[in-house]
């Protein structure tokens, strides 16, 4: 699949999406349009076991593109609330699907791009990416699940803080506020991701399902409840071939 504003191939289990526009990544209406199409096909495809998502160009996204909000304010609502539902439809199929989503930070993240970053399951950057949620300096209000995504990572008061002010945070402060898991030196960035995609793609299969379906339900479910996921989501895993497979060999390995 190819458009001006996403490229999507899969491969050998791994779905690489890229937000392709190389000026700025805008979030405008038909990148939203790919977006959800794109996402659809990955969370479809049972073949995928990870979606590796990042920026082209010298920027992850810049958010929202604001010449296209002013040209359409003779029904801006009614333009805003079709992007919308088409970028939180694509959200909601990264989230939901089986397959981990990695996010590949390679420069600016910016309004609904910062959003797409908090939703990760695994999010890498480059030491010198930045991140801003930019939203409420140009008298709008967030996006993407920003308000739902980022109240979990940082608690609920920081969040607040972080929307309303809007500080440009730097790659080492966005993983010390688990907004993103790793930041790597520029030069070892393309080579990290690759590592980090290829080290998910090669668990055995339904790992990573499982471990994503249990650290969502992790977030309502009670103790006990998490208990009786956890039970099943071992015993199931451990009674199937590819797992029994590989505990086999590693069993033999250290005779």
């Known amino acids: ?9 899969i491969e050998n289990g791994l ?7 190389k000026d700025n990544n805008a ?15 990955c969370n479809a495809d049972p073949s995928v076991k990870a979606v590796l998502l990042q920026g082209k160009g010298n920027v992850f996204g810049m958010g929202g593109d604001l010449k296209e909000f002013l040209a359409q304010r003779h029904r801006i609502k009614a333009h805003l609330f079709d992007m919308t539902a088409y970028f939180h439809m694509a959200i909601g199929h990264l989230r939901n ?4 989503l990695i996010v590949g930070v390679n420069g600016m993240a910016a309004g609904g791009s910062f959003s797409l970053v908090c939703a990760a399951d695994i999010a890498i950057a480059k030491r010198s990416a930045k991140f801003n949620p930019a939203y409420t300096r140009s008298g709008l209000s967030p996006d993407g699940g920003g308000t ?12 607040f803080d972080i929307f ?5 945070l730097t790659a080492d402060q966005a993983r010390d506020l ?8 520029d030069a070892d960035y393309d080579a990290e991701v690759e590592k980090l995609a290829q080290q998910i793609v090669s668990m055995p299969p339904g790992t990573m399902a499982s471990l994503k379906r249990l650290m969502r339900t992790s977030a309502t479910n009670s103790l006990e409840e998490q208990f009786l996921a956890e039970g ?19 069993v033999e390995k250290k005779k």
């Open 178 to 185: 688990g907004i993103v898991s790793r930041v790597v030196d």
């Open 27 to 41: 979030v405008d209406l038909q990148f939203v349009k790919e977006f959800a199409e794109a996402a659809r096909i």
């Open 15 to 21: 779905a690489r999406m890229a937000l392709a526009d």
């Open 97 to 100: 699907g089986s397959a981990p």
């Open 232 to 250: 099943e989501g071992i015993a199931t895993l451990g009674s199937s071939a590819p797992t029994l497979e590989r505990l086999t060999a590693f």
């Open 1 to 9: 699949m190819s458009g001006k504003a996403i490229t999507l191939t």
């Open 164 to 168: 309303a002010t809007n500080p440009t």
């Open 148 to 159: 739902w995504f980022l109240p979990r990572i940082v608690g609920v008061q920081k969040a």
